[in-house]
């Protein structure tokens, strides 16, 4: 899929999280929903570090392209070395293989809650900060385009700010689920975690597929490229995005977050 759809989908997933939590009893303050939404939706941008003209690997000028070239480097070090004889021999680039598995969104997702907890409300704000520029880009696409990257940047620390402010007050949503005081924003790497998922699924029903279940072996081929059978597949952009799937993560993010708002009880 597309950028837009990517970082749709992302905040539909984190509302209907979100949804679920008010339904077992455990429901997120509302900074919390808004936040990891905007999260989730920047982190659907993000396994396409690999690829030089995605979203992400512009967003950050020189740091985002030499990020892109290390991960498209080691994404395509990590397929040759573990891929199975099924798999084909002469891919040029890492595109589409590391960065799209469980295992990525696992320790992107780990490492991001460790580091919101350990390094402190620095640590919080670099993370807000990155995934609201990406959720700005990805939601805005066709304003950010239009905008230079600095004004997109001053936004993003502008939202990391002040939601930082929102969330560490007394019940506003940095303790949810983990409510010990040392575990405070541990829950933050679970909307980069859904983000991923969300982009490899995503990626998995258009013609190509995805190699999400990555290290695990299908048959003869380690790099398997899940995804629906070939008729349900598209190319991504295509009417199927923009026409069918933009229109139902409208209705289902917006019926979610009211669920998860408690509106529906």
């Known amino acids: 899929m597309m950028g837009p759809a990517h970082s749709l989908s992302g905040a539909t997933a984190?509302?209907?999280?979100g949804a679920v939590a008010a339904g077992l009893g455990d429901p997120m303050?509302?900074?919390?929903?808004?936040?990891?939404?905007?999260?989730?939706?920047?982190?659907?941008?993000?396994?396409?570090?690999?690829?030089?003209?995605?979203?992400?690997s512009r967003a950050f000028g020189p740091l985002s392209r030499f990020a892109c070239k290390v991960i498209d480097d080691l994404s395509h070090?990590?397929?040759?070395?573990?891929?199975?004889?099924?798999?084909?021999?002469?891919?040029?680039?890492?595109?589409?293989t590391l960065t799209h598995t469980w295992a990525w969104a696992a320790l992107i997702g780990v490492g991001s809650s460790a580091l919101a907890v350990y390094g402190g409300r620095w640590a919080v704000l670099a993370i807000l900060f990155v995934h609201m520029v990406l959720a700005v880009e990805g939601l805005l696409w066709r304003q950010a385009r239009v905008s230079s990257d600095v004004l997109v940047w001053l936004l993003g620390a502008t939202s990391a700010w002040l939601l930082a402010g929102v969330l560490d007050d007394p019940g506003n949503g940095k303790a949810w689920l983990f409510h010990d005081a040392g575990m405070h924003y541990a829950w933050i790497g679970m909307p980069i975690v859904l983000g991923a998922l969300m982009h490899c699924l995503g990626d998995a029903i258009t013609v190509s597929g995805c190699p999400i279940l990555w290290p695990i072996p299908v048959g003869r081929k380690?790099?398997?490229?899940?995804g629906p059978p070939?008729?349900?597949r598209f190319r991504a952009g295509s009417w199927v995005e923009v026409k069918v799937l933009t229109p139902v993560f409208f209705v289902v993010g917006g019926a979610s977050a009211?669920?998860?708002?408690?509106l529906f009880s």
Request: aromatic share 10%; proline share 9%; glycine share 12%.
């Open 14 to 17: 984190w509302m209907a999280v």
């Open 29 to 56: 303050p509302w900074p919390t929903l808004v936040v990891g939404a905007l999260i989730c939706a920047g982190a659907a941008l993000a396994p396409d570090l690999d690829h030089p003209a995605a979203t992400i």
């Open 77 to 96: 070090a990590a397929y040759r070395t573990t891929r199975k004889k099924g798999d084909p021999a002469g891919r040029s680039g890492g595109h589409r």
């Open 222 to 226: 380690r790099w398997y490229p899940v």
């Open 230 to 232: 070939k008729f349900m």
């Open 258 to 262: 009211l669920g998860a708002l408690g």
